[in-house]
């Protein structure tokens, strides 16, 4: 009767020969660095796309007011210039009326007004009021805080 003895490390039995290492290939330690990376390229560029542009640039004036606008999307712009965009789209003010009459009450009417501190008080009120007759109840002028000069 033989006995078979495997799992021994007798002197030259063992698994291994002292003195032979199994090799390792030099690239086994970047490919989890290369796939870190990817993963990271593949964050920013979809985290990147998530923010809106808006169509026109527009810097909303200075308020000291700590508080905070809620957690709603849609924004009205007036550009400088006056012109207007709705939820990333340039258009007249008539246009904006209508859609906004058609989308009342599917949006919980509440609306962010962005308005360019440069733009024309005239303009503002008058988006503003065509805003009223489409029947939004809450609207939120966006602005700038300012420093406290402390």
């Known amino acids: 009767m033989s006995v078979l003895n495997h799992g021994s490390k007798s002197a030259g039995g063992g698994q291994f020969a002292a003195g032979r290492h199994r090799e390792r290939n030099s690239?086994?330690?970047?490919?989890?660095?290369?796939n870190v990376v990817f993963l990271l390229?593949?964050?920013f560029?979809?985290?990147?796309?998530?923010?809106?542009?808006?169509?026109?640039?527009?810097?909303p004036p200075?308020?000291?007011?700590?508080?905070?606008?809620?957690?709603s999307t849609l924004t009205v712009l007036v550009g400088a210039d006056g012109r207007i965009a709705f939820d990333g789209l340039p258009m007249t003010l008539e246009?904006?009326?209508?859609?906004?009459?058609?989308?009342?009450?599917?949006?919980?009417a509440m609306l962010r007004l962005k308005a360019d501190q440069q733009a024309e008080a005239d303009r503002v009120i008058e988006v503003m009021e065509s805003l009223r007759a489409a029947g939004i109840?809450?609207?939120s002028l966006l602005t700038t805080k300012t420093g406290t000069g402390e």
């Open 95 to 108: 246009e904006l009326t209508e859609l906004l009459a058609e989308r009342k009450g599917q949006d919980g």
């Open 137 to 139: 109840e809450k609207l």
């Open 62 to 71: 200075d308020s000291a007011s700590e508080s905070l606008p809620d957690g």
């Open 27 to 34: 690239d086994e330690g970047i490919i989890p660095l290369i």
């Open 41 to 43: 390229l593949i964050f």
């Open 45 to 59: 560029m979809l985290a990147g796309k998530l923010s809106q542009i808006d169509p026109f640039e527009v810097t």
